[in-house]
């Protein structure tokens, strides 16, 4: 196996590393205490390339895949997590999705501008009573012949408030289960009867929008349904599959600057005449983070790579997704330990990196799901997609 990082490969990586120092870095602590999202970062990543990964130049994608994409995002979110948001919700979420389901037509329509930053993107799942349980959503869409009237309310919607251009996945045939779903593409902008209303009350993730909606006969054109009715089950587990390669590289990057952090500060601070380094503990506690780390990374990659040769990546995604979690809210834990009670100070960045850590547990899958999925796989009971 070559581990060797491809020239192409190591100028994404210069590129995105050089962005997140420069235009992400410097804002960080500011926009985490306001609550901030700073919209002019997504534009930004658009005209550098930064957003269109495994989708056609024709549409406004940079030519390149999986592998390209995690190498650059785990460079941006190891600055802050909260950004590897934006890339998920545009690329991976509505713009793969419409690429590979919708028709030329809607291809054209919102693919490029969400590519260039243009189009904020948004994918609406989860209500209050449904979470892991996609197909006991409510949210109903009624048909009317040449459009849908929408009434419902989704929870938890990432870049909810902010996005232009939304999946929202809704019923429209009552008591089908799974085969009563459907996708519809909602240009939020133009789309009268949607309330959105940003959630604030969060423990981490201070600088990613979060969104209640609520659909109160929305009308949205016949137009904007994405692929068949009835499809959005299959729809929604196959976007699934590329969304969480996002919170897997997102917390493989957040395990990565914890304990880099660590190994910085643990050769700076000085106790007994020696720096804590020097300790067997101290080393103990970044071996273990280091060892994690580097085993989320890999996972991340082998993931990636999977996808980028096409062949079947649902097990291997949750694996990297599962791991880097753990490792991300491990390394988190030990960080602070370790900067003692600095570590429980907002003046360094370890209270930051455990909250945003525990995101991961449950965004796009909880551990308990892809668990699931990665032991029903291996027994044969489904298939790996």
Same mark, same amino acid.
């Given at each position: 196996?070559?581990?060797?990082?491809?020239?192409?490969?190591?100028?994404?990586q210069e590129t995105a590393r050089n962005f997140a120092e420069n235009e992400i870095a410097p804002y960080v602590e500011?926009?985490?205490?306001?609550?901030?999202? *700073?919209?002019?970062?997504? %534009?930004?990543?658009?005209?550098?390339?930064? @957003?269109?990964?495994?989708? &056609?130049?024709?549409?406004?994608?940079?030519?390149?895949?999986?592998?390209?994409?995690?190498?650059?995002?785990?460079?941006?979110?190891?600055?802050?997590?909260?950004?590897?948001?934006?890339?998920?919700?545009?690329?991976?979420?509505?713009?793969?999705?419409?690429?590979?389901?919708?028709?030329?037509?809607?291809?054209?329509?919102?693919?490029?501008? @969400?590519?260039?930053?243009?189009?904020?993107?948004?994918?609406?799942?989860?209500?209050?009573?449904?979470?892991?349980?996609?197909? %006991?959503?409510?949210?109903?869409?009624?048909?009317?012949?040449?459009?849908?009237?929408?009434?419902?309310?989704?929870?938890?919607?990432?870049?909810?408030?902010?996005?232009?251009?939304?999946?929202?996945?809704?019923?429209?045939?009552?008591?089908?289960?799974?085969?009563?779903?459907?996708?519809?593409?909602?240009?939020?902008?133009?789309?009268?009867?949607?309330?959105?209303? &940003?959630?604030?009350?969060?423990?981490?993730?201070?600088?990613?929008?979060?969104?209640?909606?609520?659909?109160e006969n929305a009308i949205v054109p016949k137009d904007n349904l994405l692929g068949k009715m009835g499809a959005g089950?299959?729809?929604?587990?196959?976007?699934?599959?590329?969304?969480?390669?996002?919170?897997?590289?997102?917390?493989?990057?957040? %395990?990565?600057?914890?304990?880099?952090?660590?190994?910085?500060?643990?050769?700076?601070?000085?106790?007994?005449?020696?720096?804590?380094?020097?300790?067997?503990?101290?080393?103990?506690?970044?071996?273990?983070?280091?060892? =994690?780390? =580097?085993?989320?990374?890999?996972?991340?990659? *082998?993931?990636?790579?999977?996808?980028?040769?096409?062949?079947?990546?649902?097990?291997?995604?949750?694996?990297?997704?599962?791991?880097?979690?753990?490792?991300?809210?491990?390394?988190?834990? @030990?960080?602070?330990?370790?900067?003692?009670?600095?570590?429980?100070?907002?003046?360094?960045?370890?209270?930051?990196?455990?909250?945003?850590?525990?995101?991961?547990?449950?965004?796009?899958?909880?551990?308990?799901?892809?668990?699931?999925?990665?032991? %029903?796989?291996?027994?044969?009971?489904?298939?790996? *997609?």
């Amino acid at each position: 196996m070559d581990f060797a990082l491809t020239d192409i490969q190591k100028l994404v990586q210069e590129t995105a590393r050089n962005f997140a120092e420069n235009e992400i870095a410097p804002y960080v602590e500011k926009d985490e205490e306001n609550h901030y999202y *700073r919209r002019e970062i997504l %534009s930004k990543l658009g005209e550098l390339g930064l @957003l269109g990964w495994s989708i &056609p130049e024709e549409y406004g994608g940079n030519g390149m895949g999986w592998m390209e994409a995690c190498i650059a995002l785990y460079e941006i979110a190891k600055v802050h997590t909260s950004w590897r948001l934006s890339i998920s919700g545009n690329c991976w979420g509505p713009a793969m999705t419409i690429y590979h389901h919708g028709t030329e037509e809607q291809r054209q329509k919102w693919i490029p501008g @969400l590519l260039s930053g243009e189009y904020v993107g948004s994918f609406a799942l989860t209500e209050a009573n449904s979470g892991s349980d996609v197909a %006991s959503m409510k949210t109903f869409a009624e048909d009317k012949g040449d459009h849908f009237v929408v009434n419902g309310s989704k929870m938890w919607i990432s870049g909810g408030h902010v996005s232009d251009i939304g999946l929202v996945y809704v019923v429209t045939e009552k008591g089908k289960g799974p085969k009563g779903l459907s996708c519809l593409v909602f240009d939020y902008n133009n789309t009268p009867g949607v309330t959105r209303i &940003p959630i604030h009350t969060k423990f981490g993730m201070y600088s990613a929008p979060t969104s209640e909606l609520v659909f109160e006969n929305a009308i949205v054109p016949k137009d904007n349904l994405l692929g068949k009715m009835g499809a959005g089950f299959n729809i929604c587990m196959w976007q699934l599959n590329n969304t969480r390669m996002g919170c897997a590289t997102g917390a493989a990057a957040l %395990s990565a600057a914890a304990t880099e952090g660590a190994v910085q500060y643990a050769n700076e601070r000085m106790q007994f005449g020696q720096p804590i380094g020097k300790f067997q503990m101290i080393q103990q506690q970044i071996c273990e983070m280091l060892l =994690e780390d =580097e085993a989320a990374k890999y996972l991340v990659f *082998r993931a990636a790579w999977l996808k980028d040769n096409e062949m079947p990546s649902q097990q291997a995604t949750s694996m990297a997704k599962l791991y880097a979690c753990k490792a991300a809210v491990n390394a988190a834990n @030990l960080a602070m330990k370790i900067y003692g009670s600095y570590g429980y100070s907002t003046e360094y960045p370890c209270a930051r990196w455990l909250r945003d850590a525990k995101q991961f547990e449950t965004l796009e899958g909880t551990s308990n799901i892809h668990t699931g999925i990665i032991a %029903s796989i291996e027994l044969g009971y489904q298939p790996n *997609r």
